[in-house]
């Protein structure tokens, strides 16, 4: 049995990790909500280019054909990404920019047909409702520091999670589990109900928001993974001048290479050489798995970007991808439109508690710790709740 001064500490955790937390937590789940039906909400607000119908089984043109067409749709501009929807295999993405090291923001995709290489979009991705969403979520506009800073809010949810569940078990010693006493006052049913959606996204918000922080690291994991393992698989180029863009193998022969390295796998997106996920002498083929699971990873392969042989290919490390585990977990996008639903109403539900939790915060009167844990429950005794909430911990008013 806990001590009286061991339950001050536990109480005071939950008290401030709570109060810091909630109120960006809040933020991350009323913007991740439509977030979690991005493919959808981007279909019906006319955002997602769909291939145009044609007999199925319809060949690909070459990959060569294809870039050929962006290059001449963005004649000044240079690619650093294409890449495929694993879901949409006849739409190819093409990644532009003014430079092969211009920052993300600054480029300018290219949707097109892989079976004629007909230009079908050029989507504005700087600007609309979900990207405001998406940039709100993952960094409140203010880039890695703003990344770091809600991880920071995310480990203060764990911390006050687990919190929670320290302190619920003496504070429920007299009243059964799942209570909501209806008979009394307002604020105490709120507290109740509170208390008991809490117990009930408990599991799921440790899971999202232990994701969550993960997400937050990614671009630091990618410049560990940089300075790690794609450094040993290119030392052997170390010193060499960087390979020219008029001289770059074609890019069939590189997906053909790929392909030979890793079999049974596909490609998910193609790095040019001189941008984030490759060298400058290489490009980096991801190639991807087809199961539900294996096809949310990648194995990255390296073919020299003059001559399309093969330098290396590697299983990714645990951090990477432990990174790329926990993206479409974050969101529920594992198991289709059933595990969505199932998010969003947990979704939905942590943010009332979000909600009650600040109600109830402000209402509260201050008592010490020993004198809530003497009251009865014909006193109205106060259950503290799981959640990152800072109601834990008070006594209703009277």
């Known amino acids: 049995m806990m001590t009286a001064r061991t339950i001050r500490i536990w109480s005071a955790t939950h008290k401030w990790t709570s109060l810091i937390c909630t109120a960006f937590m809040l933020l991350l789940c009323l913007t991740g909500l439509p977030l979690i039906f991005h493919h959808e909400l981007d279909h019906l607000l006319g955002n997602e280019v769909e291939p145009p119908e044609m ?237 539900p699971l294996t096809k949310r990873l990648i194995r990255p392969v390296l073919v020299d970007g003059e001559t399309a042989a093969l330098t290396d290919t590697r299983e990714l490390p645990w951090y990477l991808t432990a990174l790329l585990v926990s993206q479409p977990l974050h969101f529920g996008d594992y198991g289709g439109m059933p595990m969505k639903i199932i998010w969003a109403l947990l979704d939905i539900v942590t943010i009332i508690v979000l909600g009650s939790g600040l109600y109830l915060w402000v209402a509260r009167r201050r008592t010490s710790v020993e004198a809530r844990l003497g009251e009865t429950v014909e006193e109205d005794r106060a259950i503290p709740d799981l959640t990152p909430a800072p109601v834990a911990l008070r006594r209703p008013a009277e």
């Open 55 to 291: 007999a199925a089984g319809t060949p690909h043109v070459s990959l060569d054909t294809v870039i050929a067409a962006a290059k001449a749709q963005r004649p000044g501009d240079v690619i650093q990404y294409v890449g495929w929807d694993p879901d949409e295999p006849d739409i190819v993405f093409v990644s532009m920019a003014k430079t092969v090291d211009a920052p993300p923001s600054e480029l300018k995709p290219v949707v097109l047909d892989a079976r004629t290489a007909k230009v079908l979009n050029e989507p504005k991705t700087q600007e609309g409702f979900m990207y405001v969403m998406f940039t709100l979520h993952v960094d409140l506009f203010a880039g890695l520091p703003g990344k770091l800073f809600l991880g920071a809010m995310g480990l203060l949810l764990v911390v006050a999670i687990i919190s929670g569940v320290v302190l619920y078990a003496p504070f429920m010693r007299k009243l059964t589990f799942g209570t909501v006493r209806v008979q009394k006052s307002r604020r105490l049913k709120w507290l109740d109900t509170h208390n008991l959606l809490g117990v009930v996204t408990l599991v799921w918000a440790l899971v999202v928001g232990f994701t969550g922080v993960i997400n937050t690291w990614a671009d630091l994991v990618i410049q560990l993974w940089r300075y790690d393992q794609l450094a040993t698989m290119v030392a052997p180029y170390q010193g060499k001048p960087p390979v020219a863009p008029d001289r770059l193998a074609s890019l069939d022969r590189v997906v053909a290479t790929a392909r030979e390295a890793t079999p049974g796998m596909t490609p998910s997106f193609i790095a040019f050489p001189g941008t984030l996920f490759s060298s400058a002498h290489h490009h980096m083929v991801a190639m991807r798995g087809n199961a």
